[in-house]
């Protein structure tokens, strides 16, 4: 039993080896040797046993330069790293997605190259307290996608996926506001979310931003100026944990203004 575990050992050891180390090659005689390779390739990539699938893509651009698979070759080199998802690996998979831009610039799968372009700086977003650097480049590159690739069948998805990084960065932006908030400083917390409806209107969670404007205003004795906020909420909101707050703010603030127009006159 000893022995028969030591050879299979010694089996599994050399077969991870051999996919580690070296290209895997087709068999002597194969009639369409790249597309062996780029089939193997695909069907490990389908499997997710990324190191494997990449040997197979990189021995098809490296030893058939003229062939047709190859750009698609370079885009599955291009998913293994992002499979591995890794700090290393997300680099050189922006580095495969960026050359076949450069290499492939009317290619019929640039939409797709682009569009992982833009998702491999999204995976590595961190959430809405801490540094935003890979947000804003999910953004940018995404955005590329969404302009440039309007008939592509990724729009929908690419869309989403813009929405969800501008969402993050937006609530960065909002948790500064409120956090100003939460210190009475009222004209910080203004600038900052006034700022961020300028930057990002459909910004999902856009209530908290018009309910905290409008309690800025209102706390700094300006109701005129927070009514707008609070009935855009009341008015683009059927639902908000805000809503019945902001309807008895406007409630409040209205009879206030009629009473000093009765004043008046």
Known sequence: MKGTLGVVMVAVAMTLSACAGGALKPPTGTPEPDKFLFERGSDALNKRRWLVAREYFRELTDTYPQTPFRADAKLGIGDTYIGERTAESYVLALNEFREFLNFYPNHKRGDYAQYKLGMT???????????????????????VFV?????????????QHLREARDRLSQYEYNVGYHYFRQRWYPGAVDRLEALLKSDPQFTHRDAVYFYLGESYFKTKNSAQALPYYDKLVQEFEQSEYLVEAQKRVELIKAELAKKAETVQ
């Open 121 to 143: 700086h999204f995976y590595q977003m961190h959430s809405a307290d801490r540094d935003q650097t890979e947000t804003r480049e999910a953004i940018r590159e995404l955005t």
């Open 147 to 159: 302009e440039r690739y309007a008939s592509s069948s990724l729009l929908e998805e690419g869309k």
